[in-house]
């Protein structure tokens, strides 16, 4: 049997116009619409497939504000089997480091925990630090940018993409494992599926539920700040040039004034 634990997070809609807080710079979640990251889609899909493929339980892991509970319903209207919610204001403006100490006692609490899936980098802040910040904080193998995986026992094998080409890793369960965005083709939550998910277990805990000082955590203790932030200056209009015969050297020369040639 085995146990799996999925980190899922609710972010600021792609297609929405994000922009921070002018108080504190950090992300306004409230001025965007909110969605469960994609990459978190094929990450339920994954441990889904897994756990379709032999005996095991899925548990969807959460950190963030009392809205991303939408989120977390989506991945149980999936076919994941319950989650855990780490909701608390204290949490605001995190950063990795905090985030991946709450999410590693949160791991702790669940207990009895096999694979942890991931995404392999979050749509909002990109960092893509996390999951190898979780492996380290639980003593765990890292097996990141998973374009395939495969369970086979208590060994785990995957194929890893980077830049410079596919490395197959194995590595002794219990393990952390990140996917990329070619790791599968998510499926849509069914009528049923749903339906199921209103009934399922979510269990919500604060930092202190987990035993984690909420001095640790939150804007004030994160490592770094951002200290001015202003909006992207509008689209101008381009230049337009007609060609009287004589485009080619006009294109030319605004090339030049722009030092592109």
Same mark, same amino acid.
């Given at each position: 049997?085995?146990?799996?634990? #999925?980190?899922?997070?609710?972010?600021?809609?792609?297609?929405?116009?994000?922009?921070?807080?002018?108080?504190?710079?950090?992300?306004?979640?409230?001025?965007?619409?909110? #969605?469960?990251?994609?990459?978190?889609?094929?990450?339920?899909?994954?441990?889904?497939?897994?756990?379709?493929?032999?005996?095991?339980?899925?548990?969807?892991?959460? #950190?963030?504000?009392?809205?991303?509970?939408?989120?977390?319903?989506?991945?149980?209207?999936?076919?994941?089997?319950?989650?855990?919610?780490?909701?608390?204001?204290?949490?605001?403006?995190?950063?990795?480091?905090?985030?991946?100490?709450?999410?590693?006692?949160?791991?702790?609490?669940?207990?009895?925990?096999?694979?942890?899936?991931?995404?392999?980098?979050?749509?909002?802040?990109?960092?893509?630090?996390?999951?190898?910040?979780?492996?380290?904080?639980?003593?765990?193998?890292?097996?990141?940018?998973?374009?395939? #995986?495969?369970?086979?026992?208590?060994?785990?094998?995957?194929?890893?993409?980077?830049?410079?080409?596919?490395?197959?890793?194995?590595?002794?369960?219990?393990?952390?494992?990140?996917?990329t965005e070619k790791i599968n083709e998510?499926?849509?939550?069914?009528?049923?599926?749903?339906?199921?998910?209103?009934?399922?277990?979510?269990?919500?805990?604060?930092?202190?539920?987990?035993?984690?000082?909420?001095?640790?955590?939150?804007?004030?203790?994160?490592?770094?700040?951002?200290l001015e932030a202003a909006p992207k200056?509008?689209?101008?209009?381009?230049?337009?040039?007609?060609?009287?015969?004589?485009?080619?050297?006009?294109?030319?020369?605004?090339?030049?004034?722009?030092?592109?040639?």
């Amino acid at each position: 049997m085995t146990n799996i634990v #999925v980190l899922v997070k609710q972010v600021p809609d792609t297609y929405s116009e994000r922009k921070l807080n002018e108080n504190d710079h950090t992300l306004d979640r409230e001025s965007a619409d909110a #969605v469960i990251d994609e990459i978190n889609e094929r990450a339920v899909e994954e441990a889904l497939k897994i756990k379709e493929a032999g005996e095991g339980e899925v548990t969807v892991l959460c #950190v963030g504000p009392d809205r991303a509970t939408d989120a977390i319903r989506k991945a149980l209207s999936m076919g994941a089997d319950k989650a855990v919610h780490v909701s608390d204001e204290a949490l605001r403006g995190s950063d990795l480091i905090a985030t991946a100490k709450v999410l590693a006692a949160a791991v702790r609490k669940i207990g009895d925990v096999d694979l942890i899936i991931a995404g392999n980098e979050a749509s909002d802040g990109r960092g893509g630090a996390v999951p190898a910040a979780l492996a380290e904080l639980l003593g765990l193998p890292q097996l990141t940018h998973a374009r395939q #995986v495969t369970v086979e026992g208590n060994s785990i094998k995957v194929a890893r993409e980077t830049e410079d080409g596919i490395t197959h890793l194995e590595a002794s369960l219990p393990a952390v494992v990140s996917v990329t965005e070619k790791i599968n083709e998510p499926r849509y939550p069914s009528f049923k599926g749903i339906m199921a998910a209103k009934k399922k277990p979510v269990e919500t805990l604060t930092v202190a539920d987990l035993g984690v000082d909420a001095g640790e955590v939150g804007l004030a203790n994160a490592g770094s700040t951002v200290l001015e932030a202003a909006p992207k200056p509008p689209r101008t209009a381009g230049q337009k040039i007609t060609d009287e015969g004589d485009g080619g050297t006009k294109v030319a020369e605004f090339l030049v004034a722009q030092k592109i040639i």
